[in-house]
């Protein structure tokens, strides 16, 4: 994918677009008069309190001055494109860029930029939150584009935006990157205390994060148990690996819990260093008769995920969520030593398969990839058992590719609203 450095003239005239009527007001608590005693004994206990939406009418009933960040994504930002609401700037932004010379399907991946980082401008305006802001993900696999627009997108914002790069081999490259020069990264679409320890060595992103939500629903949907507490553990589990890395290799990286699915999910990871929450799961929270004086500290806390009985959690590859090996602790141990800023992401693909951990990042197959995406966010156990079971691929490895895969779909059907408004306008041809 080509794409416009910070400096080029396409790069500053559309951050002048994007920029248009954008009137902040910075250290401005829009909330000042709202507090809550349930949010802010969580932020009493360390937590930082993120609402996981970009929708305006739904954050502004739930935004106290406790909550200081929005989180978006293409499954999120799709809903709010899909609504109508800027089927207006589509035209307009296409006049601008066909002026640079764009067409076809590079016009459109700069429109989607553009509504990226337009909606977040909104989002910073109306509640001066900082705002995650997910890349396109045609560039999942692409370190140099990713680095290049994780750029753009930060310089639009500098004050308030936090990019948002897939752990992906070659977004772990580029959060290195990017992370080195000081641009916060919420380093996304993580499923494990071992993926995260990777990622706070080797790519230091501020924030990573857990998928609890999805983790739940693989076990329940498959039958192995109920769902409960399995992402939790996992979560937990990696809150207390980088705390390790914190200390010991002086990484900055936090933990974010996100796909949250209910209130009681925020009361017992009370001490998370970060918890983005739907406001769905936020008002069950505050629904739940839990007093303040109830809440305390869970993160040394080790659940045990109740499994029906016969199911082997090992086959099933459980232990990858929580477990950190030693071959993992020594393959980074090793990775050090190398000249990682020249790798490319069959490097680093190599690296780890050498090093005894294919199996937390995975070369994987074209058929591998055709079936995760056939079966949505939630793996069917069934296709992944051999594999699973042999340990050529992680549970979390897995869990990651469907999570790609289900994010590329919703940017899918955002693209073709693009291009349906575009056509209409007879501004865009395929």
């Not at 989180?71 to 609401?85: D, H, P, S």
């Not at 949505?376 to 058992?385: E, M, R």
């Not at 490895?397 to 895969?405: C, E, F, R």
Request: hydrophobic letters at 40%.
């Amino acid at each position: 994918m080509d794409t416009a450095t910070c400096d080029s003239r396409l790069a500053q005239d559309v951050s002048s677009f994007v920029r248009e009527g954008f009137t902040p007001n910075f250290g401005r608590a829009r909330a000042a008069d709202r507090t809550a005693p349930l949010w802010r004994r969580l932020r009493e206990l360390g937590t930082e309190l993120w609402l996981d939406t970009g929708s305006i009418e739904d954050t502004r009933p739930l935004w106290t001055r406790e909550f200081s960040a929005l989180t978006t994504n293409n499954t999120l930002l799709n809903r709010e494109v899909q609504k109508g609401a800027y089927d207006s700037l589509i035209p307009r932004a296409a006049d601008l860029l066909r002026g640079h010379g764009l067409a076809g399907r590079e016009m459109l991946l700069e429109i989607a930029f553009i509504l990226n980082a337009r909606h977040a401008l909104r989002l910073v305006e109306e509640f001066d939150a900082y705002v995650s802001v997910e890349e396109h993900t045609d560039l999942a696999h692409d370190a140099a584009a990713a680095v290049e627009v994780a750029r753009r997108c930060h310089a639009i914002c500098p004050e308030r935006f936090i990019v948002k790069i897939p752990l992906t081999p070659a977004g772990l490259l580029a959060t290195r990157r990017v992370a080195g020069e000081g641009i916060p990264v919420n380093h996304t679409l993580g499923f494990s205390a071992r993926q995260n320890f990777v990622a706070a060595r080797l790519a230091r992103p501020e924030m990573a994060n857990v998928f609890m939500g999805r983790l739940n629903a693989f076990v329940a949907d498959n039958d192995l148990g109920d769902g409960s507490l399995v992402g939790e553990r996992a979560t937990l589990a990696s809150q207390r690996i980088l705390r390790e890395v914190r200390a010991r290799h002086d990484a900055p990286t936090r933990q974010i819990g996100a796909s949250f699915r209910s209130g009681e999910q925020v009361r017992d990871l009370a001490g998370l260093d970060i918890m983005t929450m739907p406001p769905k799961v936020a008002r069950g929270f505050m629904e739940l008769g839990v007093s303040p004086h109830d809440l305390a500290d869970r993160t040394e806390e080790q659940y045990e995920p109740p499994l029906k009985r016969g199911v082997d959690a090992a086959e099933a590859g459980l232990h990858t969520l929580w477990d950190v090996s030693s071959k993992v602790r020594e393959c980074l141990d090793a990775l050090e030593q190398e000249d990682v800023d020249s790798m490319q992401p069959v490097d680093l693909l190599a690296f780890f398969s050498a090093h005894g951990c294919g199996d937390l990042l995975v070369n994987w197959t074209d058929r591998q990839i055709a079936t995760s995406a056939a079966e949505g966010k939630i793996p069917k156990l069934a296709n992944w058992a051999d594999d699973l079971a042999s340990g050529r691929i992680g549970l979390d490895a897995l869990m990651n590719l469907a999570g790609l895969n289900s994010f590329r779909a919703d940017q899918q059907a955002m693209d073709e609203r693009i291009s349906k408004v575009l056509q209409a306008e007879g501004m865009y041809e395929s």
